[in-house]
């Protein structure tokens, strides 16, 4: 069973533009772990309907979904994040999250991560001569 509960599928999903690149990348990576899509979903848990729009790039997973997948695939939430054409904005994520109405718990998911990624990019900028 999943570490964590099944989400409303309203509050896992960004309708985007095609995501071909996220798309096979998050696929290739399943198989490379040999998963399969339900094995997935559940390592994340979402439906196995949620990681097929994923994989075929018509929607992108919601941002608190993310780091599951991420952890789930073995991989950074910076590079699925960078591999995902996700909306850039004028403020902050957690601000963007407040305004447009997200649940409390995906602000708080959104806090936590905006403040890791905060973190690790001043480390990168002090390495930088």
Known sequence: MS???SL???LITITMPSNDKFAAFITRRRKSLGLTAPQ?????GVTKSNVSVWESGKYLPNLNVLERLARALAVGYEELLAKG???RHEVDPV???R???YP????AEAELLYAKWERKRS??????P
């Open 99 to 101: 305004r447009n109405g």
């Open 85 to 87: 054409n996700y909306p």
């Open 95 to 97: 601000e963007y999250f």
């Open 40 to 44: 997935l979903a559940e390592k994340v």
């Open 8 to 10: 409303n599928r309203s």
């Open 104 to 107: 409390k718990e995906a602000v």
């Open 3 to 5: 570490e964590f509960k």
């Open 123 to 128: 480390k990168q900028g002090r390495r930088r």
